[in-house]
Nanobody, 116 residues
Framework: QVQLVESGGGLVQPGGSLRLSCVAS????????MKWYRQALGKERELVAVITSAGDSRISADSVQGRFTVSRDNAKNTVYLQMNDLKPEDTAVYYCYVTFGGVGYWGQGTQVTVSS
C-alpha cells in the first residue's frame, strides 16, 4: 500500500525555518521524482518543488526561490523540504506527491503557519 506521510510543520515566526519530511512506504522512492505542493486557505494547490530520481532539484514557485530547498534520502525513503526565511504568505498546508504506477498519490499534508 502506497503511503506518504508528511511531518515537520507547525507555527513559526517570520524569518524562521522549518524542515518538512515526507516518509514514503509501500514503494521505493529511488526511481521516482518527488514533488512538494502547498495550498493556502482559499487558494489553488501550488507546485513548490520537484526533485528527480537523479537528485536534480527545481524550485517551481518564484516566491520561494532562494529560501526553500528540496532534497531526498533514498536510504530512508524520505524527501525533505527545507524552508528558510519564512514569510506569512508561506502559510499553507504542504503536501508530498508522487506518481507511482501511473497513479498519483498525495500525503495527508502538514500545516505550516507563519505568524508573529
Amino acid at each position: 500500500q502506497v503511503q506518504l506521510v508528511e511531518s515537520g510543520g507547525g507555527l513559526v515566526q517570520p524569518g524562521g525555518s522549518l524542515r518538512l519530511s515526507c516518509v514514503a512506504s509501500g514503494f521505493p522512492i529511488r526511481p521516482y521524482a518527488m514533488k512538494w505542493y502547498r495550498q493556502a486557505l482559499g487558494k489553488e494547490r501550488e507546485l513548490v518543488a520537484v526533485i528527480t530520481s537523479a537528485g536534480d532539484s527545481r524550485i517551481s514557485a518564484d516566491s520561494v526561490q532562494g529560501r526553500f530547498t528540496v532534497s531526498r534520502d533514498n536510504a530512508k525513503n524520505t524527501v525533505y523540504l527545507q524552508m528558510n526565511d519564512l514569510k506569512p504568505e508561506d502559510t499553507a498546508v504542504y503536501y508530498c506527491y508522487v506518481t507511482f504506477g501511473g497513479v498519483g498519490y498525495w500525503g495527508q499534508g502538514t500545516q505550516v503557519t507563519v505568524s508573529s
